[in-house]
């Protein structure tokens, strides 16, 4: 791979992160113990029988945590904890060549993660504001198949999986732009028939 492909596979495991890190951690320690790909010394930790096990239980967990409006919007404020810094680790690794985290990498990292995770609570939060669960479990299944899409890319084609990700985080964003403009209405609405 070359240095580009490097980056840009680093930079797609911290956005994914930043959307599901237990999932990325268990997509990361699988392909590297199948033998599906080669790992950087320092993401070789994945491959461990307690991080994948301790990972694929926080996934499960994770994903019917997400799907129950409100549940879901605490627990994305608590895994500001996990997704920031697992992003950060995850391209530092993957971009450190002999097992030494640089301080850049890991700033990245962790900024790519933290737009991800921001764009994807945010959305949550005014998703929760409508009262149908529909919208909900809609946004959580969204979430569900970009990162499994984006985890069988990122590997053979981090560019595509990269362009995936932002592509994604775009429609997120006008999604929400849209949201709170209708919620904004409604609420303008509300008050005037007062």
């Known amino acids: 791979m070359t240095e580009a492909h490097i980056f840009a596979l680093g930079l797609a495991l911290a956005c994914l992160a930043g959307v599901r890190a237990y999932f990325t951690v ?14 950087p010394s320092a993401l070789e930790v994945t491959t461990s029988p307690w991080v994948m096990g301790t990972a694929g239980a926080l996934a499960v ?15 994305d404020l608590l895994q500001t904890l996990a ?34 995770h921001l764009l994807k609570s945010g959305t949550r939060a005014l998703i929760n504001a409508s ?25 053979v084609y981090p560019w595509a999986a990269l362009a995936l990700l932002l ?5 997120g964003a006008l999604f929400v732009a849209w949201l709170a403009r209708w919620v904004w209405r409604l609420s303008g609405r509300a008050a005037a028939g007062r």
């Open 61 to 75: 967990v994770e994903f019917a945590a997400d799907k129950i409006p409100g549940v879901d919007s605490g627990w």
């Open 131 to 155: 009262p149908e669960p529909v919208s909900n479990w809609t946004a959580s299944a969204s979430e569900d198949t970009a990162a499994l899409a984006a985890i069988s890319l990122v590997f």
């Open 26 to 39: 268990f997509g990361v320690g699988l392909a590297g113990l199948m033998g599906w790909v080669d790992l």
């Open 167 to 171: 592509g994604v985080l775009l429609a």
């Open 83 to 116: 997704r920031i810094p697992a992003g950060a680790f995850l391209a530092a690794a993957t971009l450190s060549d002999d097992g030494q985290l640089s301080g850049g990498a890991l700033a990245v990292g962790g900024g790519a993660a933290l737009g991800t």
